[in-house]
């Protein structure tokens, strides 16, 4: 909360730029606001108690006056609308000033406050109040959440300093609401002055003050700019027009010779100018802050804390204030009118909006090549870059040659730069491709575990490389490996997934003991080879090591039983030739099998 602060309450009476009439220390009398136009108050000490000698009210607590109040000052308004609200009460850094904030209609009932505030300013901040600090600060002790009110609810507002020095505060609402309801969204029926609420207008500008009164015989108008009321010399009409900031009476005779004194507070705020803007090109989208990256050319010497900028598509909704566009809007390709508009951030009522420019937005030249290719062979080549170029733009690769797409030999990473150039905006995008060697689909032998009615079958490539296979008709698969492939001869599908080609080849599976053991014992005594009746006429030639020719069988040969003319061979490696005859009529060899064997004795 607060340290203990000597505070002194007594003398600060008539501290309010004199606007006596416009300030009330007593909820009983609170001050009738309406709109979002700012407020300028002060205060005169606090009248009656109004927490009933209470310690405590939410987060207030007592001050040396012995109440709740020191110098205290009470607002009331009405919602008409529904949404997010907020407000931003000002004052010197040097003072310390507390609020609390009350859902109620009625000061003999006020409750718990809805948002309050009792730390002290050693920060010696310039704002407190509910919503975002308008410097911007996210992490100020003096600011409380945001309200989401409804239509009718009544509001009690208590400002109270808690400082040796009292020069006065502001007030100014905020919130989506008001971007919604910029004229309605608080209900101005609750103020019954004749002159209507505080008045709050731009600089170099007039606002008439209308105090037509049926029955009046004469008006006098007085005016205060902080030294006491005067009168106006030559006023003497119903309608007065304001030029400065001042608090303003009109004294209305009527016939039955009463008299009818009525108050309000006039504030002019500083009226922003907007300054143009030379025509503008990007590329593809606004780099960071977007389109706030222009503010300071739109503003030109205005304080940026006292001034927003928003953008907008036309220039009734920059007029209006409505649909601004975000800071990291997208702009379409091609030209576009952007239309902008200067807010003064003390009365949102005044702004510029007199300016647009154009906004080109140059597209990005576009490379959408793949990030790979490959080089299939030895000596080989492949075409890389941009297949077809686009209208207007330059290519520049990192070897030097300038074209969209170029013949590559090597290996190697190669990156290609696009540029589009339109009034000296240049527009560019790179990107590279990685050039890998890659290897051809080759087939170096088929592997068959087991000779079954349902055989496994695994393809060993010749070389290792992304490859995908096919047996038959069936579909693709990266396993080299084929299960419950039967006997016989079958197509074989084999691709690179790199692109560099592909093979159909005619395997044959069939399967024979990789050894054999001729001793007599009845067990395993002839190599054989199992599944020929799935082929056509096949034959069978083994040879020794020196390529002799040692046995021939057949289809319905019962294998060989590891002798020559009758004498045993000895035990070594053997291998065999299997021919057949293929579906076109031709006698070919079984490819692709481990076509040796060995006898053991």
């Not at 290792?464 to 419950?484: A, C, I, K, M, W």
């Not at 083994?542 to 003319?565: E, H, P, V």
């Amino acid at each position: 909360m607060r340290p203990n602060l000597s505070v002194f309450f007594a003398l600060m009476l008539g501290a309010c730029f004199g606007v006596a009439g416009q300030v009330s220390p007593d909820c009983a009398t609170a001050i009738p606001i309406c709109s979002n136009t700012p407020v300028s108050g002060g205060v005169q000490g606090f009248g009656y108690d109004d927490f009933g000698g209470a310690a405590t009210s939410g987060c207030l607590e007592l001050t040396l006056s012995g109440n709740i109040e020191s110098n205290s000052a009470w607002y009331r308004f009405r919602t008409a609308a529904s949404g997010q609200l907020g407000f931003n009460i000002g004052f010197d850094p040097s003072e310390d000033w507390d609020f609390a904030l009350y859902r109620a209609s009625d000061c003999g009932d006020l409750g718990e406050p809805i948002r309050c505030n009792f730390f002290d300013n050693q920060d010696q901040e310039t704002y407190m109040g509910v919503g975002e600090d308008p410097n911007g600060n996210p992490d100020s002790y003096l600011y409380e959440a945001w309200l989401e009110v409804n239509p009718g609810e009544d509001y009690y507002l208590m400002i109270n300093n808690f400082s040796n020095n009292n020069t006065g505060f502001s007030i100014q609402f905020t919130g989506q609401i008001f971007e919604a309801h910029p004229f309605d969204a608080l209900d101005c029926s609750i103020v019954d002055n004749l002159l209507g609420p505080p008045v709050a207008g731009c600089e170099g500008s007039v606002e008439p003050l209308d105090a037509t009164t049926p029955g009046a015989t004469a008006y006098q108008w007085f005016m205060d700019t902080g030294t006491g009321f005067a009168p106006i010399p030559g006023e003497s009409g119903p309608i007065l027009q304001a030029a400065i900031s001042a608090l303003y009476r009109v004294r209305v005779a009527l016939a039955d010779g009463s008299q009818l004194i009525s108050d309000v507070q006039v504030g002019f705020s500083p009226a922003p100018q907007s300054f143009p803007l030379a025509d503008q090109v990007v590329c593809g989208r606004l780099e960071s802050p977007g389109l706030h990256g222009f503010d300071s050319g739109a503003l030109g010497t205005q304080d940026p804390s006292d001034f927003r900028v928003s953008y907008h598509l036309t220039q009734a909704e920059a007029h209006s204030g409505a649909n601004a566009l975000p800071p990291e809007w997208v702009p379409a390709i091609g030209g576009q009118t952007v239309f902008y508009r200067v807010t003064s951030l003390e009365n949102p009522a005044c702004y510029a909006a007199d300016h647009h420019f154009e906004l080109t937005n140059l597209p990005v030249p576009q490379l959408d090549f793949p990030a790979q290719a490959y080089i299939c062979s030895e000596g080989g080549s492949v075409v890389i870059g941009q297949p077809t170029p686009e209208p207007g733009v330059s290519y520049q690769w990192d070897t030097g040659e300038q074209a969209p797409s170029i013949w590559i030999t090597s290996p190697g990473v190669y990156t290609l730069t696009a540029r589009r150039t339109e009034s000296g905006e240049v527009c560019e995008a790179s990107r590279s491709v990685e050039v890998i060697r890659a290897v051809a689909p080759a087939i170096g032998e088929i592997a068959i575990e087991d000779l079954s009615a349902s055989n496994q079958v695994t393809v060993v490539p010749r070389e290792d490389g992304p490859f995908e296979y096919s047996l038959n008709d069936g579909p693709f698969q990266g396993s080299p490996v084929f299960t419950g492939v039967p006997a016989g001869t079958h197509q074989l599908h084999m691709r690179s997934t790199q692109g560099c080609g592909s093979l159909t080849e005619t395997i044959t599976v069939v399967g024979f003991g990789t050894l054999f053991t001729p001793n007599g014992d009845g067990l395993n005594d002839l190599w054989q080879i199992a599944g020929l009746e799935r082929l056509t006429d096949p034959e069978i030639f083994i040879f020794d090591r020196y390529g002799k020719l040692l046995k021939q069988l057949d289809a319905t040969s019962a294998g060989w039983d590891g002798t020559f003319n009758g004498r045993p061979m000895p035990a070594t490696d053997y291998w065999f030739r299997l021919n057949y005859t293929n579906d076109q009529g031709q006698r070919v060899e079984a490819r692709y099998l481990k076509t040796h064997f060995s006898l053991v004795r």
